[in-house]
């Protein structure tokens, strides 16, 4: 019983470090992810561009991304060929992050200037 005690508590303490050093590595929280690989033709087919690539939240509420790519990126409003200059990140360097508040309920879409194959949308209701 003594040892079956000892090995759980080993157990939970190993999960707990470990779950700890996780956090502070990862830095920026975001709620979108643009993940490695992105800037090649591909994610769209999964919808996997931006991650998730479609988020609802309440209005006066923020997002914000963070690109963990090894490639620049950008959050910009509207579509590749029609941008609705409503937000734009510029380029985003990786792990660097963009927030923008919506204020509005609305469907916004939103895409990246260096890949028209990446598309994502909030929805604020
Ligand atoms: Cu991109």
């Known amino acids: 019983m003594l040892v079956f005690l000892l ?18 590595e990862q830095i920026i929280k975001g709620d979108v992810i643009m993940p ?4 090649r033709p591909g994610c769209e087919e999964t919808n996997r561009c931006y991650v998730p690539s479609s988020i609802t ?3 006066g509420k923020q997002v914000t991304w ?3 790519d090894s490639a620049f990126h950008s959050v910009t409003s509207g579509f590749y060929d029609a941008p609705t200059n409503l937000f734009d990140s ?3 360097d990786p792990f ?5 508040t919506f204020e509005e309920s609305g469907t916004y879409d939103y895409f990246c200037t260096l890949h028209p194959w ?3 949308q909030v929805i604020v209701e």
Do not use: A, R, W
């Open 66 to 68: 963070v690109n963990e």
């Open 36 to 39: 490695t690989k992105v800037s």
């Open 118 to 120: 990446m598309n994502g």
């Open 96 to 100: 660097e992050s963009f927030t923008f």
């Open 90 to 92: 510029g380029y985003l």
């Open 7 to 24: 090995i759980v508590g080993l157990v939970v303490s190993t999960f707990y470090v470990e779950e700890n050093s996780e956090e502070s």
């Open 57 to 59: 939240i309440n209005p």
